[in-house]
């Protein structure tokens, strides 16, 4: 294999960047048309590839919106371990911004699809479980909350709802000037409580 | 008009209790099948209603499911009312309460079908923004929470924002465990936040 493997890598590496060209242009598509107006022929249109070359990639809607949902998963785990931890107030505004851009816009569809396609119920639950351990686990680790002592691991579990909750209510309007105040007010609670 | 009235009033009654049968409905299948499934026809047949009754009531399908985002927010308005007020903690329980059952269900479609559907964004907003301050106004007045004094109604807001993300997180899994445990740990920091 040694002497034909270096013509092929350049073929290998086109082939991921339409895979990936794919999946960004299905997470955009969904956050901006939500589950019915996204399919197959719309993404591939999206990310300037053949119907043909999409149905190679994801023979079906739904394998390509699975992988699309892992790739929104692996693209919010990143931007959580990229936070700034210079202090909790900015800790926990970074959090809160997690949850009210185009990644969490696009889970927010894929979540409501899947409470009614039974198709992607299963992926969609299992990978939002993944992601909820692993934005708390990384929202422990920022804040410097000790989870031994009682009350501190549902003081973060309930700062990540109110942030999911935050992201809900700028779905319809952008609220960021009361958004502002919450989020500052809850940290103060937040940094309280944790000691 | 008052001799021909008495007989009228039965067909009144009816018209009024169709519609009423429409209006939840639409709302119970908004929660089960999504907007994607909601059809005036599905509507009507769940209703127990011909599709031209149906029709008759409401002539588009934006128009039966604006009807019943009002009815959906009224309900809620109600309930709201109707909540418990003996300490902060059955307050903050019940609150919750409200955001995971199938009213919360049935808006969260309508807000997700809103964001991409033009001739529903409008009246959900503004209904939603109407509910919005309705539950605010509520919650602080359950919660004998002093909005005089910094930070009160921010508090009280982030704990409604708490209570939306709770609720978007039961929408694949019921979490009821460990709902009850933030919602106790928070109902706690709530209550020395109000003091």
Redesign the interface.
């Known amino acids: 294999m040694g002497v034909v493997s270096p013509p092929k890598q350049p073929q290998q590496d086109r082939s991921r960047a339409t895979r990936q060209r794919l999946l960004e242009a299905a997470v955009s598509c969904l956050a901006?048309?939500?589950?019915?107006?996204s399919t197959v022929s719309v993404v591939a249109e999206r990310a300037g590839v053949s119907r043909g070359a999409a149905q190679h990639h994801f023979p079906t809607r739904e394998a390509l919106f699975t992988a699309a949902v892992e790739y929104v998963a692996e693209e919010r785990s990143q931007a959580l371990r990229a936070l700034p931890a210079e202090n909790r107030g900015e800790v926990v505004a970074a959090l809160v911004d997690l949850y009210t851009g185009p990644l969490f816009r696009a889970a927010?569809?894929l979540?409501?699809?899947?409470?009614?396609e039974e198709q992607l119920?299963g992926p969609?639950?299992e990978l939002?479980?993944r992601v909820?351990r692993e934005s708390h686990r990384i929202a422990v680790e920022l804040l410097r909350a000790d989870e031994s002592l009682p009350?501190v691991r549902?003081?973060v579990?309930?700062l990540?709802?109110?942030?999911?909750?935050?992201?809900?209510?700028t779905?319809?309007?952008d609220d960021r000037t009361?958004r502002d105040?919450?989020v500052?007010?809850?940290a103060?609670?937040v940094d309280e409580?944790l000691g």
Do not use: F, I, P, Y
């Not at 901006?32 to 107006?37: F, N, Q």
């Not at 979540?111 to 009614?116: G, L």
């Not at 990540?160 to 209510?169: I, S, T």
């Open positions: 901006e048309h939500g589950w019915a107006g927010l569809h979540w409501v699809a899947a409470s009614n119920r969609v639950t939002e479980a909820g009350g549902e003081t579990q309930g990540l709802d109110m942030a999911r909750g935050l992201g809900l209510a779905l319809l309007t009361r105040r919450v500052a007010q809850w103060a609670l409580a």
